[in-house]
């Protein structure tokens, strides 16, 4: 598996309401960059996506069965490649038969810009299984194993986002690490998400579950589409100048439309519902070594029925550790042209907004 992320981080955009170099002046007191290094880095991650039906009486929460990324990389500039070296599944145990089929696909870019930001984030499973099995459905006429569930669910998420105080504090800091703030710093981050969902239950749901479900709303497989404005507000705090912790919470409302297919009907609406993101890093910073570990959770609300809701879960966890080198002679040719490539982009979307 190999995993892209691009990130943009540390070159500064003309602002019209400000010069420029006023601005990476004020920004050196604050940020320390590391981007014109190469960092290579061993990490290891863990996507964490599960899908909660509440239906009246009883819940089901569905799992996945997803791999254990462990790998390779380096990062520079605006670049970070992530080559996965082994892939264990896991929840394998976790479910009777051997001959389902199960798979995934996760792809990230992470983009970030003193002011600006840009998550992207798509995944694909196929293969779940119910999590806590005993603790949420009524176990009589069940295996002693949960049974594979041949579901699958296609999901892309894109989120823009704004930082407010983009001299004292860096999102990519705490959520990448090719910036390191000198001081404990807070902003003020407005998230706009434009997401796709779809979920295909197909027919494995078994008897013993069907019978607990709401028999007015079987959910067989749709879509549904948001878009969400979340504000929120990122803490950064700096322990002994290179430990850090940081916290970005938002939260906001999301509006949706809804294609849903159910046992014997098919129902289109649009409805208003809530989303709430959340991201956090904590590590060390220095001026050759850096480790942290990363988190990101996704998590929104669609009603599909009378007492009958899906809480779409979506997160990733990441563990890095890396050290800095200098950029070889054979490579610094190639490092202005990135430099050059992203000054051109980042005047662009400075114009355009």
Not at 131 to 155: C, E, I
């Given at each position: 598996?190999?995993?892209?992320?691009?990130?943009?981080?540390?070159?500064?955009?003309?602002?019209?309401?400000?010069?420029?170099?006023?601005?990476?002046?004020?920004?050196?007191?604050?940020?320390?960059?590391?981007?014109?290094?190469?960092?290579?880095?061993?990490?290891?991650?863990?996507?964490?996506?599960?899908?909660?039906?509440?239906?009246?009486?009883?819940?089901?929460?569905?799992?996945?069965?997803?791999?254990?990324?462990?790998?390779?990389?380096?990062?520079?500039?605006?670049?970070?490649?992530?080559?996965?070296?082994?892939?264990?599944?896991?929840?394998?145990?976790?479910?009777?038969?051997?001959?389902?089929?199960?798979?995934?696909?996760?792809?990230?870019?992470?983009?970030?810009?003193?002011?600006?930001?840009?998550?992207?984030?798509?995944?694909?499973?196929?293969?779940?299984?119910?999590?806590?099995?005993?603790?949420?459905?009524?176990?009589?006429?069940?295996?002693?194993?949960?049974?594979?569930?041949?579901?699958?669910?296609?999901?892309?998420?894109?989120?823009?986002?704004?930082?407010?105080?983009?001299?004292?504090?860096?999102?990519?800091?705490?959520?990448?690490?090719?910036?390191?703030?000198?001081?404990?710093?807070?902003?003020?981050?407005?998230?706009?998400?434009?997401?796709?969902?779809?979920?295909?239950?197909?027919?494995?749901?078994?008897?013993?579950?069907?019978?607990?479900?709401?028999?007015?709303?079987?959910?067989?497989?749709?879509?549904?589409?948001?878009?969400?404005?979340l504000p929120g507000y990122g803490f950064t705090?700096?322990?002994?100048?290179?430990?850090?912790?940081?916290?970005?919470?938002?939260?906001?409302?999301?509006?949706?439309?809804?294609?849903?297919?159910?046992?014997?009907?098919?129902?289109?609406?649009?409805?208003?519902?809530?989303?709430?993101?959340?991201?956090?890093?904590?590590?060390?910073?220095?001026?050759?070594?850096?480790?942290?570990?990363?988190?990101?959770?996704?998590?929104?609300?669609?009603?599909?029925?009378?007492?009958?809701?899906?809480?779409?879960?979506?997160?990733?966890?990441?563990?890095?550790?890396?050290?800095?080198?200098?950029?070889?002679?054979?490579?610094?040719?190639?490092?202005?042209?990135?430099?050059?490539?992203?000054?051109?982009?980042?005047?662009t979307v400075n114009q355009l907004l």
């Amino acid at each position: 598996m190999i995993q892209l992320s691009l990130i943009t981080s540390a070159q500064i955009m003309k602002d019209p309401r400000m010069d420029a170099d006023t601005i990476a002046k004020k920004r050196e007191n604050h940020i320390f960059s590391a981007r014109d290094k190469v960092t290579i880095f061993v990490f290891a991650n863990r996507y964490i996506n599960g899908l909660l039906f509440t239906n009246p009486g009883k819940n089901t929460y569905y799992f996945p069965i997803a791999p254990l990324n462990i790998g390779l990389g380096f990062s520079h500039k605006w670049l970070a490649v992530n080559i996965a070296i082994m892939s264990p599944k896991i929840g394998k145990k976790n479910y009777t038969g051997d001959g389902n089929k199960y798979n995934n696909f996760n792809f990230q870019i992470l983009a970030y810009t003193p002011r600006y930001g840009l998550d992207a984030v798509y995944s694909q499973n196929i293969g779940y299984f119910l999590g806590n099995y005993k603790g949420y459905v009524d176990l009589k006429g069940a295996p002693n194993q949960t049974p594979y569930f041949d579901m699958k669910t296609n999901r892309l998420t894109v989120n823009l986002l704004r930082v407010f105080n983009p001299i004292k504090y860096s999102m990519n800091a705490t959520m990448i690490g090719g910036e390191r703030q000198k001081k404990s710093a807070s902003s003020l981050v407005l998230n706009t998400t434009f997401s796709y969902n779809s979920f295909n239950m197909s027919d494995s749901i078994p008897n013993y579950v069907l019978s607990q479900m709401n028999q007015n709303a079987i959910y067989k497989g749709g879509a549904f589409y948001s878009i969400g404005l979340l504000p929120g507000y990122g803490f950064t705090w700096i322990i002994k100048k290179n430990f850090y912790i940081g916290l970005i919470p938002a939260f906001g409302p999301s509006f949706q439309y809804k294609v849903m297919n159910f046992e014997g009907y098919r129902e289109e609406r649009f409805a208003v519902s809530y989303r709430l993101l959340a991201k956090a890093g904590m590590g060390f910073h220095a001026k050759r070594w850096t480790a942290g570990l990363t988190i990101l959770f996704d998590s929104e609300k669609y009603h599909v029925a009378e007492n009958t809701n899906i809480i779409n879960n979506n997160g990733r966890i990441t563990l890095r550790l890396g050290y800095k080198i200098n950029v070889p002679k054979w490579g610094k040719g190639i490092s202005k042209k990135m430099t050059k490539a992203q000054n051109r982009v980042e005047n662009t979307v400075n114009q355009l907004l």
